[in-house]
T-cell receptor
Framework: SQQGEEDPQALSIQEGENATMNCSYK?????LQWYRQNSGRGLVHLILIRSNEREKHSGRLRVTLDTSKKSSSLLITASRAADTASYFCATKETSGSRLTFGEGTQLTVNP | EAGVVQSPRYKIIEKKQPVAFWCNPI?????LYWYRQNLGQGPELLIRYENEEAVDDSQLPKDRFSAERLKGVDSTLKIQPAELGDSAVYLCASSFGQAREELFFGEGSRLTVL
């Protein structure tokens, strides 16, 4: 079963623009993680934000977490063609140790 | 440092045949995961190991799927017999566990059942 739901399902932008992806979830969480998956490859961990954090940065990535709304967003600034990939949020529930992934957002950055 | 290694990368079989996937996690990672990813969807957990012990296998279809992790290192996931609906990518991941919570994934094994 999927806990997280990403929005939008697909996003197409021009190089240099910012890309924002959203994730909503249903239960209380310990942390939320974002992963990237290039076509035909495995997932790569991008960033982890804990339930007591509201914002986190890593290079061109900015993640926010709103536990009252049970939602998170991933912002990629100054996008590059190499950022083209699927992006997944994953939540670790407070009730257990399972990491549950959402359906993903397919990002296409056009050169 | 070597990453998570999976084999085979691709496997095509006919329905009712058996198939097995192998995973070698990152050295020192005591937690190992098997996920299944259908086309256009996110990964779904099949089983999680802490060392040799399967601590979360509630989503593993036990009538046809089995897994083992001998000596708490390598792991094998088996399907017998395979069904058409088993066509998917089977992803193995590992982590340090509670100390470091990010997962490291292998490239996956793509299964096609004809």
């Amino acid at each position: 079963s999927q806990q997280g739901e990403e929005d939008p399902q697909a996003l197409s932008i021009q190089e240099g623009e910012n890309a924002t992806m959203n994730c909503s979830y249903k239960t209380s969480i310990n942390n939320l993680q974002w992963y990237r998956q290039n076509s035909g490859r495995g997932l790569v961990h991008l960033i982890l934000i804990r339930s007591n954090e509201r914002e986190k940065h890593s290079g061109r990535l900015r993640v926010t977490l709103d536990t009252s709304k049970k939602s998170s967003s991933l912002l990629i600034t100054a996008s590059r063609a190499a950022d083209t990939a699927s992006y997944f949020c994953a939540t670790k529930e407070t009730s257990g140790s399972r990491l549950t992934f959402g359906e993903g957002t397919q990002l296409t950055v056009n050169p | 440092e070597a990453g998570v290694v999976q084999s085979p990368r691709y496997k095509i079989i006919e329905k009712k045949q058996p198939v097995a996937f192998w995973c070698n996690p990152i050295s020192g990672h005591n937690t190992l995961y098997w996920y299944r990813q259908n086309l256009g969807q996110g990964p779904e957990l099949l089983i999680r190991y802490e060392n040799e012990e399967a601590v979360d296998d509630s989503q593993l279809p036990k009538d046809r799927f089995s897994a083992e992790r001998l000596k708490g290192v390598d792991s094998t996931l088996k399907i017998q017999p395979a069904e058409l609906g088993d066509s998917a990518v089977y992803l193995c991941a590992s982590s340090f566990g509670q100390a470091r919570e990010e997962l490291f994934f292998g490239e996956g094994s793509r299964l096609t059942v004809l």
